[in-house]
């Protein structure tokens, strides 16, 4: 007879397949998921058995999947496969749990994560998912586990037992304390997986880590699945999961990848001071709305790892802005990319192309200034209605979006229709906003002064050359 360990739940996340023409393909990345760690951590720290399964990043693709399943947990039955999601996994996502259902008939299957947040009733009737958990997933996840009353449990969405209602219970109150909860649990990934993206660190190796949860922001474009009440660790905290990545896993990189980083000035100044006292020599990067640093700030953040920020920007039009909520003004945006500069940090900004109201001379009008202030990366996206955004719920009403095939909502495909550009021309401003800000004399000549080693000479090639997808798209036109 086989013995077979019981474990309460697997926490599985599918593969990040990007659809084709996503500008990531070309690119490849991976790290975990650190809600999953963060979530896992606190089941275990309850006193249940708690394994993870992360496909993307041990980069496990969808046909070997249930035979890399049985071999690694061959011993081991458990009560629930618990499924991540976001909108790009979601469809992976639902294959696996029927592969999984048809070789372990009896483990419920319950689904949580961005997607599944957005649209838990699609979930459950698209899929052979008994449960969802939305929004934060630690107090709703912990009581499923513990057996307690679906109808008593907060943030929790199922079927009836007849199958043929879908009940959503009242969402869960926030967590308020995050310093109260676990650190993530690395110890259950190949955390020696996690992989970069290009320009966007200066030390290997590299990670992410979140330290906060939810924005206050409420741009229309953003599935905010968290909501809108912020919740910060401390640096205290920041600085204990920092020190845990860097002595037992020996990363010399964090990537922060918080909605909005330096969102209280006074924690990111401790943080820093911190970081220095405490000789932990990372290099750092992380993202920031616009209208939130200082000459100040940033210097001390330069000062203690600080590499690279990562600005919102979106368009420099005021009524564009205005339009998708940002709240920001172009001024502001130039200010911070000047200051940050000046302060000696890369700027990284995000532009869309496709927000309301934009026309082809706003368009131009944003190449114009992205090459005038010359961050040191810009990545560009296709205003994309997703799932959990405001947009997304306005183009439902207006019965206008094209495709619910959530593979194409990787931010390089039109799905709703522009009120001023064609297809066409929306594809070429995407196309053109790279090209011509890349292949410029001035930026290939500030690559070429930056060469300082063989590995950066490599991240340069790569770069340069996942630009050629581009150019061939755009040429072919
Ligand atoms: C870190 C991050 C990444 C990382 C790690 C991805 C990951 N799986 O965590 C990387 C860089 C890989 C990444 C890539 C992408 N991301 Co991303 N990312 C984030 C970010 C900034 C933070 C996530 C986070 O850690 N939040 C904090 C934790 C606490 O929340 P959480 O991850 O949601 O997890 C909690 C709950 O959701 C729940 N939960 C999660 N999984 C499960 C599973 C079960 C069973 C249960 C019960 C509960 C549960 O419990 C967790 C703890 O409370 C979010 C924005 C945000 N603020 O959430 C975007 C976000 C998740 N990303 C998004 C997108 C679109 C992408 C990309 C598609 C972008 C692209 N084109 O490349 C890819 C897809 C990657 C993928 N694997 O699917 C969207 C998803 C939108 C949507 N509706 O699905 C978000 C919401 C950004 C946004 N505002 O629109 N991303
Ligand atoms: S885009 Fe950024 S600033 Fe805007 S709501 Fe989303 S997370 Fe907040």
Redesign the pocket.
């Known amino acids: 007879m086989t013995f077979r360990e019981e474990f309460d739940?697997v926490?599985?996340?599918?593969?990040?397949t990007?659809g084709s023409g996503?500008i990531?393909k070309a690119i490849d990345?991976?790290?975990?998921?650190?809600?999953?760690l963060?979530?896992a951590a606190?089941i275990r720290s309850n006193g249940y058995k708690v394994k993870v399964f992360d496909c993307?990043l041990e980069q496990i693709q969808e046909h070997t999947f249930i035979d890399e399943f049985a071999k690694r947990f061959k011993h081991i039955s458990f009560r629930?496969f618990?499924?991540?999601?976001?909108?790009?996994?979601?469809k992976s996502g639902i294959r696996l749990a029927e592969k999984l259902k048809k070789v372990y008939p009896e483990t419920k299957i319950?689904?949580?994560?961005?997607?599944?947040?957005?649209l838990p009733s699609d979930v459950l009737k698209n899929s052979i998912a008994d449960?969802v958990?939305t929004?934060?997933?630690?107090l709703?996840?912990l009581a499923?586990i513990r057996g307690d009353n679906p109808n008593s449990i907060d943030g929790l969405a199922y079927k009836s037992s007849d199958k043929r209602e879908i009940i959503i219970n009242k969402s869960c109150p926030r967590?308020s304390d995050l310093n109260s909860l676990p650190l993530p649990a690395y110890d259950l990934v190949p955390m020696q997986l996690c992989k970069p993206?290009i320009g966007t660190y200066k030390k290997i190796p590299a990670t992410?880590m979140?330290t906060s949860?939810?924005?206050i922001g409420k741009c229309l474009?953003?599935?905010?699945?968290?909501g809108n009440e912020l919740a910060l660790q401390s640096p205290e905290r920041i600085i204990e999961e920092v020190k845990l990545l860097y002595t037992d896993y020996n990363f010399r990189q964090i990537i922060f990848?918080?909605?909005t980083f330096i969102s209280n000035r006074d924690r990111i100044s401790v943080f820093c001071e911190q970081l220095k006292k405490n000789n932990l020599k990372i290099s750092w990067t992380c993202s920031s709305r616009v209208d939130l640093i200082d000459l100040e700030l940033l210097k001390l953040m330069k000062s203690a790892g600080c590499h690279q920020i990562m600005y919102g920007v979106e368009s420099f039009d005021k009524q564009v802005l205005k339009n998708i909520n940002k709240n920001i003004d172009p001024e502001d945006i130039f200010t911070a990319i000047k200051t940050t500069k000046k302060a000696g940090i890369e700027v990284r900004t995000a532009i869309m192309v496709g927000n309301p109201g934009d026309t082809a001379e706003i368009l131009k009008n944003n190449i114009k200034q992205l090459k005038k202030l010359n961050p040191d990366l810009i990545q560009v996206?296709i205003t994309t209605p997703?799932?959990?955004?405001a947009l997304f719920k306005q183009a439902e009403r207006k019965n206008a979006i094209r495709s619910y095939d959530w593979d194409l909502?990787?931010?390089s495909v039109i799905l709703t229709d522009h009120e001023n550009l064609s297809d066409k021309e929306l594809k070429s401003w995407y196309y053109k906003t790279y090209l011509l800000f890349y292949l410029r004399p001035r930026f290939i000549l500030r690559q070429i002064f930056k060469l300082k080693s063989f590995s950066n000479l490599k991240i340069a090639l790569i770069g340069f050359l996942s630009l050629f997808p581009i150019l061939f798209r755009f040429l072919r036109r």
Do not use: K
């Open positions: 739940i926490f599985i996340i599918p593969s990040f990007a996503a990531w990345y991976r790290f975990h998921s650190p809600g999953v963060a979530l606190y993307n629930y618990g499924f991540s999601s976001t909108v790009q996994t979601i319950v689904f949580g994560g961005a997607h599944a947040t957005s449960y958990i929004g934060e997933g630690e709703s996840c499923l967590i993206l992410i979140v949860r939810g924005c474009f953003c599935s905010r699945i968290i990848y918080d909605d996206a997703l799932p959990g955004s909502y990787n931010g």
